[in-house]
């Protein structure tokens, strides 16, 4: 799914006002009745306060004000005052006025602001028009809203928060939604943790606009859901046999850290490879071949760490990292690694990337679409630091870009930038698998996509979900709190029937 900028959504509007035809109003009035019925789904009638600004946000809560009065709610109206409005909200203004049961604040005529201790608030003071942070009687009324504890419904975005970069807007100066319906698409800024605390739960609301317009819009940034995912899922042939799935070469683990490479062998597996070599220092060699028999085990020369690689020739992907630690002979077998690499895919993880960050000269070596995945800690290392999540973005696509590498950038909404600079936020996932082991599963995950001959950064992102989806059906099943990485590995096959039955 597409995310477009606060501007495209509103090049968007304009065009479907033009091409559908309908008039704005018309327009504003279908928007107001997917939120109406999203309300009403949600909350039996009762109380309800809303809070309307001047322009179309302002519009669609005075929209949502009517259609909710009619409905049968007690409904009270908060505005700065009823001049100034943008035309659209005029109309909805007088079109609620003609409804002598709505009670009408209007700050101007010195009436004070409401504060209702029942039923639920309406946010529709500034929308995706905000032009400066809120200050005067609007920002009043956002810490207003603030203050009370109810549940609020934002309408578009929280008052206050714009659709992309809010780097110099205070946290005071925007709305804390519990519930934000976002109007057609949703905004980059939701995925930001910097704005968790006030976008709440959001929800997309379509409301019919231009199809063709948004077909041949592009973005850089892309929502994965479900229908995303299965569309990079292969279908499985008949007369298959072990060698169409490929073959997968792990180097992983050393002395203490052989947990990391029997996790990510056994997700490797797990994710449909045909065969799978892990090679690992001596003193893993009958830990592996006890708790992963499905592997066939290559033995370094050293006891304790990596220091070499076997012939590359067999295998159709490599995947490194996973609890190799950061001595001098591995870092060694790593350069060497990457001068010897020819056709074979390869992800990067953990130790490896940190080799990267200690050598950076090695960056310039990666083939090209190998594909890394740092946790924040990690990319900060490789790329350097950043003041807030946009520039966190910005930078994540300049780097994918500068080095023509997939970068999978862990945390909620895992972030997947391509070396063309296009991004793609994951929706699966939980607080749960920001546990120990849980990105040594995401590796043999992406390795055994990989070596099926999954294009990289489509590998990263069906990866990257099926990955989130057995945490969340284990969380479902379980709770978040006991998740460990082995029980990503063992619902991983649910994952992938789920995503192929959806
Ligand atoms: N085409 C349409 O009619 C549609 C518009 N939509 C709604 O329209 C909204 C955008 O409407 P607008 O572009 O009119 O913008 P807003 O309603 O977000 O706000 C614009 C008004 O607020 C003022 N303003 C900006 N920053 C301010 C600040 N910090 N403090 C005080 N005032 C400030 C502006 O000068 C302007 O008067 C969307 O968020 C959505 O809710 C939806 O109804 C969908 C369709
Ligand atoms: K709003």
Redesign the pocket.
């Known amino acids: 799914m597409k995310i477009f900028t606060t501007h495209q959504t509103?090049e968007i509007?304009?065009r479907?006002?033009e091409l559908e035809p309908i008039l704005?109003?018309n327009?504003?009035e279908r928007?107001?009745i997917a939120m109406t019925q999203w309300l009403t789904t949600r909350f039996a009638p009762g109380v309800v306060t809303v809070f309307a600004?001047?322009?179309?946000?302002?519009?669609?809560a005075l929209a949502v004000a009517r259609m909710l009065a009619i409905g049968g709610w007690e409904v009270t109206v908060c505005m700065a005052s009823h001049n100034?409005l943008?035309p659209?909200?005029q109309i909805n203004y007088t079109r609620l006025t003609h409804l002598t049961k709505v009670k009408l604040h209007l700050l101007a005529n010195g009436d004070a602001i409401p504060q209702p201790d029942e039923g639920i608030v309406i946010d529709?003071l500034?929308?995706?028009?905000?032009?400066?942070?809120?200050?005067?009687t609007?920002?009043d009324m956002i810490q207003a809203i603030n203050r009370l504890s109810l549940q609020v419904v934002s309408?578009?975005?929280p008052s206050?928060l714009r659709g992309e970069d809010n780097s110099d807007v205070p946290h005071h100066a925007i709305v804390s939604a519990t519930h934000t319906l976002s109007?057609?698409f949703p905004k980059l800024a939701f995925l930001f943790p910097e704005n968790d605390h006030c976008v709440g739960e959001w929800h997309v609301l379509e409301?019919g606009l231009h199809r063709t317009t948004i077909e041949a819009m592009t973005t850089p940034w892309h929502l994965t859901r479900a229908m995303d995912a299965k569309a990079i899922l292969p279908a499985r042939d008949k007369f298959a046999h072990k060698g169409h799935y490929g073959h997968a070469l792990l180097m992983s683990g050393s002395y203490g850290m052989m947990g990391a490479a029997v996790l990510a062998s056994k997700a490797c597996l797990k994710a449909g490879v045909g065969l799978l070599t892990t090679h690992a220092p001596r003193y893993g060699y009958e830990i592996l071949q006890t708790t992963v028999p499905e592997a066939m085990v290559s033995i370094d020369r050293s006891d304790i760490l990596i220091s070499e690689f076997p012939d590359l020739t067999p295998y159709d992907a490599i995947g490194i990292g996973p609890g190799i630690g950061l001595k001098t002979n591995t870092c060694e077998a790593l350069a060497q690694l990457l001068d010897h690499i020819t056709t074979q895919r390869m992800v990067m993880d953990a130790d490896a990337l940190n080799i990267l960050s200690q050598h950076p000269e090695l960056l310039d070596k990666l083939p090209r679409e190998t594909v890394l995945t740092p946790h924040p800690k990690e990319f900060q290392r490789l790329a350097g630091n950043w003041s807030n999540d946009y520039e966190r973005l910005e930078r994540l696509r300049a780097f994918a870009i500068k080095h023509g590498i997939v970068v999978v950038l862990k945390g909620a909404y895992t972030t997947i930038a391509t070396p063309e600079g296009t991004c793609y936020f994951n929706t699966t996932g939980n607080p749960g698998m920001a546990s120990a082991g849980s990105g040594d599963v995401l590796t043999g995950i992406i390795l055994g996509l990989l070596s099926q001959k999954i294009a990289p950064a489509q590998a990263a992102i069906l990866g990257v979900y099926l990955h989130g989806s057995a945490g969340d059906i284990y969380a479902n099943a379980e709770s978040e709190e006991s998740l460990t990485a082995n029980d990503l590995v063992r619902h991983l096959g649910q994952a992938f029937r789920e995503l192929k039955n959806n």
């Open positions: 509103k509007d304009r479907t006002i704005s109003i327009l504003m928007a107001s600004g001047n322009g179309n946000n302002g519009g669609d100034n943008s659209e909200c529709g500034l929308g995706s028009g905000i032009n400066r942070p809120a200050e005067g609007v920002l309408i578009d975005l206050g109007l057609g409301f």
